[in-house]
């Protein structure tokens, strides 16, 4: 099973989640989850040990803050992840106190400090098993510096396309490698 991590402000309806479910079909879930880090992380976590539980191999896809979960999880859980475009230090990059709007469907919420704090206990400073790990990274990303998630995962398979944006808008082209990656052995 996949499990597929929207980004801040986001949510499991975006458009690259019904990419996925539309590639992936029932081998993906594609959870809304809390602007809470705390309660995404529990969110995450529930699903995965639900999965686990059941004995069904589990990969996950993480975009952006996704990514950044999606580290923190598969350190935990020793499972295969791919991250779009992540983010490696969203306690700084993303550090936007105050409201916020949902990008999919323009609600808002308030971003206070002590999400930040959440955010920074969630960092894994050194990675038991960076062979589980394919980046997918864009150059021209506006919103992070492609060069972090290089330097924190230089032993991942590392895919560095140039141009592109944030969005990643041609993720679709990847499902074959994402899909071969996760399925994998280790």
């Known amino acids: 099973m996949i499990i597929y991590i929207h980004g801040f402000g986001s949510n499991g309806h975006s458009g690259k989640a019904t990419l996925f479910r539309e590639y992936f079909e029932d081998e993906v879930v594609t959870p809304s989850l809390?602007?809470?880090p705390n309660l995404a992380i529990d969110t995450l976590e529930q699903i995965i040990e639900?999965?686990?539980?059941?004995?069904?191999?589990?990969?996950l896809v993480g975009s952006s803050l996704g990514g950044y979960y999606a580290i923190y999880l598969a350190n935990k859980y020793d499972l295969k992840a791919v991250l779009i475009n992540p983010a490696i230090y969203p306690y700084k990059t993303l550090n936007k106190i105050g409201m916020q709007m949902n990008y999919y469907d323009g609600s808002?919420?308030?971003v206070i400090e002590e999400h930040m704090n959440?955010?920074?206990?969630?960092?894994?400073?050194k990675l038991k098993n960076q062979e589980n790990f394919m980046v997918l990274l864009k150059t021209d990303d506006e919103?992070?510096?492609?060069n972090e998630a290089v330097e924190k995962l230089p032993q991942s398979e590392l895919i560095i396309e140039e141009g592109g944006n944030h969005s990643f808008e041609d993720i679709e082209s990847y499902f074959r490698?994402?899909?071969?990656?996760l399925e994998s052995k280790e």
Do not use: C, M, N, P
């Open 143 to 146: 919103i992070l510096d492609y």
């Open 50 to 59: 639900i999965f686990l539980q059941r004995d069904e191999k589990v990969g």
């Open 177 to 181: 490698k994402i899909s071969v990656f």
């Open 108 to 110: 808002s919420f308030e």
């Open 34 to 36: 809390s602007y809470v």
């Open 118 to 125: 959440e955010l920074k206990a969630f960092e894994i400073e």
